[in-house]
């Protein structure tokens, strides 16, 4: 007797890798961290280290500079580590710009690593980095960041804005390099949503194109020139600063006060008059504020009478609105205002106070965190990853939060009103 059989095949697609992050994200220069090597070699022979530490013993101002700068405090940040214990928080991106070398990472990342699973951007496939260097993690925003590249055969090379020939390390004459490492973490786009609730929304070279500033560059700014030795006992000339002041608001308490020492100074002009506060971006090339979409100027107006009794108060709030978005139904972060003076925009505000004559005090604050937002950041305790990469600080944040610099006034001032 003969038996047919029935064989039926299924065909099971295999599988697709996870995109790399080219893939997810586009061609982007923050998704690879920035390949500095650990040493840059000697013009004699041999190589030295790129630790800051290492670099401040012939750069004493440099390094002065850069130890007050917020460059310096790019890891050990309270707010920063607050932020990267978020449970939709792609720590690996974040850590690009705030250790942005390839030494600083205990995994090697780069463009084409890819996503650990293609339904999430948490974590990433990684080998083991044989350069990391704990210490330099530390370093936050380093020397390397911005000055150690590799040379043609692979060894390491200072870029400099000189090149004159006399150091006892390589180094390479291109200041057109050095101007383009700020944009890549300050100004990587504004279209960029990296997840529902986290838009890596930063556009300051793009304000700055288009306004009247267009043609100068991050440095002209925010790296005037003193005149001091670029090494120990060298001659005395003009060298850039390394504080970069930007808004003036330090990351310890201690630094708002030297704020003035690190070359703050306020890109707004306020004038007043008996009803009205003219507010004029009169030194910054972009927008006030700029960078964090969070940040925004606090234009308080307070009328009193003689014996100081607050008679009416109001106040203006000039920045970016935000709807944040929603992880649990992936309504994606949008922007829903922006306010913000551009270069050069004058503004005249009237406020609301009423009661005629009396002193209208006013009073303009930066503010890079509100009260509110520090309190929910002051309950976050620091998981071993993050309490790692700070060890010294407390894992709970309520103490460290309580104390953390949210804002500087920028304008203090007062004017008699005309009583009619």
């Not at 405090?73 to 978020?86: G, I, N, P, R, T």
């Not at 090149?163 to 390589?170: D, F, L, T």
């Not at 838009?199 to 003193?226: I, K, N, Q, R, Y």
């Not at 009478?305 to 972060?333: C, F, H, K, M, N």
Request: include cysteine.
């Amino acid at each position: 007797m003969l038996v047919l059989i029935s064989l039926s095949c299924t065909f099971v697609e295999p599988a697709a890798e996870p995109p790399t992050l080219r893939e997810r994200f586009g061609d982007h220069a923050f998704l690879t961290p920035i390949d500095a090597p650990p040493t840059v070699a000697l013009v004699a022979g041999g190589e030295l280290d790129t630790r800051a530490s290492t670099c401040g013993g012939c750069h004493a101002e440099h390094y002065r500079d850069w130890s007050q700068s917020t460059h310096a405090a790019a890891v050990h940040d309270v707010q920063f580590l607050a932020e990267l214990a978020k449970p939709d928080q792609p720590r690996w991106l974040c850590l690009n710009c705030h250790a942005p070398t390839a030494p600083q990472r205990a995994e090697t990342i780069t463009a084409d690593t890819r996503l650990a699973s293609a339904d999430s951007i948490l974590a990433l496939q990684t080998t083991p980095n044989p350069t990391y260097d704990r210490l330099r993690t530390a370093e936050g925003v380093t020397c390397a960041s911005c000055h150690v590249r590799r040379d043609t055969d692979g060894a390491g090379t200072v870029v400099g804005p000189r090149g004159s020939g006399r150091a006892p390390h390589r180094v390479r004459h291109d200041p057109t390099a050095l101007d383009a490492v700020c944009v890549s973490c300050h100004s990587p786009g504004t279209d960029i949503v990296i997840t529902p609730t986290f838009p890596c929304w930063f556009g300051t070279a793009e304000e700055l194109a288009a306004g009247p500033a267009a043609g100068t560059t991050c440095v002209d700014c925010h790296m005037p020139s003193a005149e001091r030795a670029i090494v120990v006992d060298g001659a005395v000339q003009p060298i850039r600063r390394h504080t970069w002041a930007g808004s003036g608001i330090a990351k310890t308490t201690a630094g708002l006060t030297t704020a003035a020492e690190r070359g703050f100074v306020s890109g707004l002009d306020v004038a007043l008059a008996s009803t009205t506060v003219t507010l004029t971006n009169a030194r910054a090339g972009h927008a006030l504020p700029t960078g964090d979409p969070e940040r925004f100027l606090l234009v308080e107006a307070t009328l009193r009478d003689d014996a100081g009794t607050v008679l009416a108060a109001d106040s203006l709030r000039i920045g970016q609105s935000w709807d944040w978005g929603d992880e649990a139904t992936a309504r994606p972060a949008r922007r829903t205002d922006d306010n913000r003076l551009g270069p050069g925009e004058i503004r005249v505000w009237t406020p609301r106070l009423s009661g005629g004559g009396g002193k209208m005090a006013v009073r303009v604050t930066s503010v890079r965190l509100t009260a509110d937002n520090a309190a929910e950041m002051g309950k976050v305790t620091l998981d071993a990853e993050l309490h790692a990469l700070w060890p010294e600080l407390p894992s709970s944040l309520s103490a460290p939060m309580a104390g953390y610099p949210r804002s500087i006034v920028v304008f203090e001032g007062a004017i008699v009103r005309d009583p009619t």
